[in-house]
């Protein structure tokens, strides 16, 4: 994994707005988020301290392994503040990899979480990981929340309740991405992208997005997940003769590159997801995409937060963090997970199950879990709402976020990178 450097809070402020079928985008320039910050430690008013045991199933090898760091270390830092607060819930967890579609290592991992008697599993990034052991999971009775999960296909998913996941479906994503691409003037696009649950979705909403804005997709093509040589699908796309080119990928985002690079390709032109962001960093001298912009579900990484992971990875002897993408998700997804246990006052799934929703939405605003367990040991019957470092959450039924966020990153020269905006969207 190449190393770059990651945008900080201070951004250009370059701001889309737009109004969308079954979706509210907001743009905003600056966004003010305390969800590492905290007050005076909880009191619980009990004598007795609820014993919460979690597991995380998170890309440590396979296509996605880029975001297996940051969200590890969002989790880990959830967890450090949580026991530091005191506040009547003690919270441990155990992590394993989750590999990629193309290993069975996701299925093992939750074998072994469910038998060692988790009641919350963080995890999967990927979309079509996650379907490979959702029903495991939510079977046996244990809460999934994802971080990183942006298929459309989980809103309306058979998990008896027990699926969640603190980053928006991609019909956010895909209206953002396409109304970015209409706003900088592009009105010709060719899409390259991959057939898997995520790559099918975001294409679809995508496509929606940019037919709806009056551009025109004037060419697409689809890959499997094992390719590693897209020369003809390149060669088609570009015989179109597109001002705008978008690759939905994962690593292999890499060999595409080169190999536009070996058809001229001007990246000023390019436009990818999450899933192949900070894919190619500063180290990767094989290819240069300065000019290429990619959105990100989530909010830009603040200072003080990148700051307290890179302090907690550097204490626990690992490397320097050199991506954030879904560290804030993964630590508000264990938060929201503590806070359902707290005010549930058990720790087994279908506890934090019924409560996960209600900690998230409506009530009284608090911004970390020592505020929000405060709050519930001030009075028992508290409706607390937790916004965190992630945005608002606020999740309906189906375990969707109804609001968040959708950040955009431009490559210069050297392969830096730069956060230029974060958009607000609401799913209606």
């Not at 046996?140 to 309740?161: C, H, K, L, M, R």
């Not at 094992?226 to 690593?251: C, E, G, K």
């Not at 032109?269 to 990100?296: C, P, R």
């Not at 968040?404 to 974060?422: H, L, P, R």
């Amino acid at each position: 994994m190449g190393a770059f450097s990651r945008a900080n809070s201070a951004t250009r402020s370059k701001t889309v707005k737009a109004a969308l079928s079954g979706l509210t985008l907001l743009g905003v320039s600056a966004l003010v988020l305390s969800g590492c910050a905290s007050t005076d430690d909880a009191d619980s008013g009990s004598s007795e301290n609820l014993d919460l045991k979690i597991g995380t199933i998170l890309p440590q090898t396979g296509t996605l392994a880029v975001l297996g760091p940051p969200e590890f270390a969002g989790v880990d830092l959830a967890i450090q503040d949580i026991n530091d607060a005191k506040a009547g819930l003690t919270i441990s967890v155990e992590h394993k990899d989750s590999g990629d579609t193309t290993t069975d290592l996701a299925t093992q991992s939750a074998t072994s979480l469910i038998a060692d008697g988790v009641s919350v599993v963080i995890g999967a990034a990927s979309s079509g990981v996650s379907k490979t052991f959702i029903d495991q999971v939510t079977q046996a009775g244990v809460v999934q929340i994802s971080p990183a999960n942006t298929s459309p296909d989980f809103t309306d998913y058979e998990d008896d309740g027990y699926y969640f996941r603190t980053a928006p479906s991609d019909v956010l994503q895909g209206r953002i991405l396409g109304n970015k691409i209409v706003n900088d003037g592009k009105t010709d696009v060719a899409i390259l992208y991959m057939n898997d649950a995520y790559g099918t979705g975001l294409e679809e909403n995508l496509k929606a997005s940019l037919e709806d804005g009056g551009a025109s997709v004037v060419g697409e093509e689809i890959f499997e997940p094992a390719s590693t040589d897209f020369t003809s699908a390149i060669q088609a796309l570009l015989a179109t003769n597109p001002d705008a080119l978008v690759v939905i990928s994962f690593d292999e985002i890499k060999t595409i590159a080169e190999q536009l690079a070996g058809q001229g390709f001007d990246f000023s032109k390019l436009y990818g997801v999450d899933g192949n962001y900070g894919v190619i960093g500063e180290a990767d001298t094989n290819v240069d995409i300065a000019g290429a912009q990619f959105t990100n579900p989530g909010v830009l990484a603040t200072d003080d937060f990148q700051a307290k992971l890179q302090a907690l990875v550097a204490d626990q002897g690992g490397d320097e963090l050199t991506v954030f993408s879904y560290a804030a998700e993964a630590y508000d997804a264990t938060v929201l997970a503590a806070l359902a246990a707290l005010q549930g006052g058990a720790t087994d799934g279908a506890t934090i199950k019924d409560n996960l929703k209600a900690v998230s939405e409506g009530g009284d605003k608090c911004e970390s879990f020592a505020d929000c367990a405060k709050l519930l040991a001030d009075d028992a019957d508290a409706d607390i709402d937790y916004d965190g470092i992630s945005g608002p959450i606020s999740w309906d039924d189906n375990g969707d976020e109804t609001e968040a966020f959708v950040s955009i990153f431009a490559y210069s020269a050297g392969n830096k990178t730069e956060g230029i905006d974060q958009v607000a969207g609401k799913l209606e």
